[in-house]
């Protein structure tokens, strides 16, 4: 399918409204959610039925939870720092998960691409800087959305201990701040518990 055949799908309008802006980031997180659903020939989670583990904070995250509909709220949606291009999404139903990593050679923005990235992201570019870093970044985009998965990722199955569903508690109040706080995640200190930011 062509680049822009891609960007004006329906879902691919989806993820972009939903992060606020089209770059290559989402495209790699739109191709990897994809890839992923299609190895484990899922569709998007209504519920829980699919859980998705992120090895990055990037642009890459809002693609997956909108195509896969694993979310932070659902608590099926897991961030792990790492600072990869990863993601891992399992099926709760057949119990199969499927690692999709972003090959090293696979974003290369050229060195003209990365001048103007650091310009534009210190806020140092002026108008024709800022319109030519737009331009780079779409011809990336298109690029990313037209190549295969198979040549953008790796794509291996896995088989490890599916993340457990959501946890509902009742709160309990912090005694330092008075806030509300859910008890799983308050520390013992001094014979109370109290939440982990007034620790």
Do not use: W
């Not at 802006?21 to 020939?41: E, Y």
């Amino acid at each position: 399918m062509a680049a822009e055949d891609i960007m004006n799908s329906d879902d691919f309008k989806k993820c972009a409204s939903f992060h606020g802006h089209v770059c290559p980031g989402l495209a790699i997180g739109f191709q990897s959610a994809r890839a992923a659903l299609d190895q484990l020939k899922q569709n998007r989670a209504a519920d829980e039925e699919l859980a998705a583990v992120v090895e990055t904070d990037a642009c890459s995250a809002d693609a997956v939870q909108v195509l896969t509909g694993c979310t932070f709220g659902k608590g099926n949606f897991i961030f792990k720092d790492h600072g990869k291009m990863v993601l891992t999404l399992f099926s709760r139903e057949t119990g199969k998960g499927v690692r999709v990593a972003l090959k090293p050679d696979a974003f290369q923005p050229s060195d003209e691409h990365k001048k103007l990235m650091q310009k534009a992201s210190s806020g140092e570019a002026d108008a024709a800087e800022s319109a030519r870093y737009r331009e780079l970044h779409l011809e990336q985009t298109r690029r990313i959305l037209k190549t295969p998965p198979e040549e953008l990722f790796s794509i291996t199955a896995v088989r490890m201990k599916l993340p457990p569903r959501a946890r509902i508690e009742p709160s309990e109040l912090c005694p330092v701040c008075g806030e509300p706080v859910m008890p799983s995640k308050m520390e013992p200190v001094d014979g109370q518990r109290i939440c982990r930011a007034c620790l």
